[in-house]
């Protein structure tokens, strides 16, 4: 992955790739083998105890999701997240089958009221009570019934609290774009770190990252396994759901929510659909173990101070902002930015951030190829801590 990172142009890329084929792809699938081999014996990968999310709900804690977070990857995540504070990695098994619908599931704070049954379909496990689909209003519904903030993008929600916020996008781009995953992971993890600090300004001191599931990345694509299709109910690329009927494979084990669903993983780094670069479902290290990364803040947040944004308009690439604020607030030492992300200074489309004089203040944007851009603008507080933000669009 860190090579594919490295390289660009078709004829480099192919060059990368025949050579990964040759050494890391025959290593990739004997550490398969034998981790397959180790999990037979064993009969599972880990107990429901041992799940990420298996902790005790605490308040001023915000759990965070992350999509497709491999541990390698989390290990390069701890690195960027220096800059927010104290880093500790620890890690779990997912759930079997390594999927995003059973392994959210299973990393939630809300997992011991999550159950599963035989009718559940594509490894999408229903709440315990009351055995409805774990949809992902349900899912809300149910992290809300626990006691969680469940909080939309740019939202930071009340940090005496708990919440649950889901960021970062690994493996929709991974499935989206195959190798690609490898050269574009540093600006993905950037989104990840960015809405940590956002969260950060918000008031958010202590934070727990999990995910569902990690991933194989294989130039050329995964070898292709077979399975018959009158062996299989749902046949997806590293696992299907067997009929009742069927005798199984060498590799077949329980669906962690509802043993009496049984499910064939492809042997080694195959699969039972052709072409795939990307792919999870399976057995493989870097498929099933997940990291948790707990971070806790350095600085300590701010009382935010309470101003609101009365006013936003724009004359072609100049904008005007009127600020209120409630008594006892100096709004003379407030300032105005205008950023593409919220929470980092140098995502800044100004030469330079402009104090507010009367609740007032007018910011040109010079680069005219900025115009339309979404954008935020941002009220800073004398130590530069973004205390509001307005999603505002370049010379609308």
């Known amino acids: 992955m860190?090579?594919?990172?490295?390289?660009?142009?078709?004829?480099?890329?192919?060059?990368?790739?025949?050579?990964?084929?040759?050494?890391?792809?025959?290593?990739?699938?004997?550490?398969?083998?034998?981790?397959?081999?180790?999990?037979?014996?064993?009969?599972?990968?880990?107990?429901?105890?041992?799940?990420?999310?298996?902790?005790?709900?605490?308040?001023?804690?915000?759990?965070?999701?992350?999509?497709?977070?491999?541990?390698?990857?989390?290990?390069?995540?701890?690195?960027?997240?220096?800059?927010?504070?104290?880093?500790?990695?620890?890690?779990?098994?997912?759930?079997?089958?390594?999927?995003?619908?059973?392994?959210?599931?299973?990393?939630?704070?809300?997992?011991?009221?999550?159950?599963?049954?035989?009718?559940?379909?594509?490894?999408?496990?229903?709440?315990?009570?009351?055995?409805?689909?774990?949809?992902?209003?349900?899912?809300?519904?149910?992290?809300?019934?626990?006691?969680?903030?469940?909080?939309?993008?740019?939202?930071?929600g009340a940090p005496d609290g708990r919440a649950w916020?889901?960021?970062?996008?690994?493996?929709?781009?991974?499935?989206?774009?195959?190798?690609?995953?490898?050269?574009?992971?540093?600006?993905?993890?950037?989104?990840?770190?960015?809405?940590?600090?956002?969260?950060?300004?918000?008031?958010?001191?202590?934070?727990?990252?999990?995910?569902?599931?990690?991933?194989?990345?294989?130039?050329?694509?995964?070898?292709?396994?077979?399975?018959?299709?009158?062996?299989?109910?749902?046949?997806?690329?590293?696992?299907?759901?067997?009929?009742?009927n069927s005798h199984g494979t060498d590799l077949t084990f329980a669906w962690d929510w509802c043993k009496d669903v049984q499910i064939a993983f492809a042997p080694g780094i195959g699969s039972f659909i052709a072409g795939a670069e990307y792919a999870h479902g399976g057995l493989t290290l870097q498929e099933c173990l997940v990291p948790i990364l707990e971070v806790l803040a350095t600085s300590s947040p701010v009382a935010l101070v309470k101003v609101d944004i009365a006013k936003v308009a724009w004359t072609g690439m100049r904008c005007k902002v009127e600020v209120s604020a409630e008594a006892g607030v100096d709004i003379g030492v407030l300032k105005v930015d205008i950023r593409t992300k919220a929470a980092l200074p140098d995502s800044s489309l100004v030469s330079h951030a402009k104090p507010l004089a009367g609740g007032k203040a007018s910011l040109a944007v010079e680069d005219d190829s900025k115009e339309g851009t979404a954008a935020f603008l941002v009220i800073l507080d004398a130590a530069g801590k973004v205390v509001q933000k307005k999603p505002t669009t370049v010379g609308e």
């Open 165 to 244: 916020v889901e960021c970062g996008d690994l493996d929709h781009f991974g499935h989206e774009h195959g190798l690609r995953l490898a050269r574009d992971i540093e600006s993905q993890l950037a989104q990840i770190v960015e809405r940590i600090a956002e969260l950060n300004e918000g008031g958010w001191a202590r934070f727990r990252i999990v995910t569902d599931h990690g991933w194989l990345l294989v130039p050329g694509g995964l070898p292709k396994t077979e399975l018959s299709k009158f062996e299989a109910e749902t046949r997806w690329g590293r696992c299907a759901v067997l009929k009742d």
């Open 2 to 156: 860190h090579a594919l990172a490295a390289v660009s142009g078709k004829t480099d890329n192919e060059a990368v790739c025949a050579a990964l084929k040759a050494l890391y792809v025959p290593w990739l699938e004997a550490c398969a083998y034998r981790f397959q081999d180790l999990v037979k014996a064993e009969g599972r990968l880990g107990l429901p105890s041992q799940a990420p999310g298996a902790v005790k709900p605490q308040d001023g804690v915000c759990t965070v999701f992350v999509d497709g977070l491999r541990y390698d990857v989390a290990m390069r995540l701890k690195d960027e997240l220096a800059a927010v504070g104290q880093v500790q990695l620890s890690a779990a098994w997912t759930s079997m089958p390594s999927v995003t619908a059973s392994g959210k599931a299973w990393a939630s704070p809300v997992a011991p009221f999550v159950a599963g049954k035989k009718e559940d379909a594509d490894f999408q496990p229903s709440v315990a009570a009351d055995g409805k689909a774990l949809s992902t209003h349900n899912f809300r519904k149910l992290l809300a019934e626990q006691g969680y903030q469940v909080l939309d993008k740019h939202e930071t």
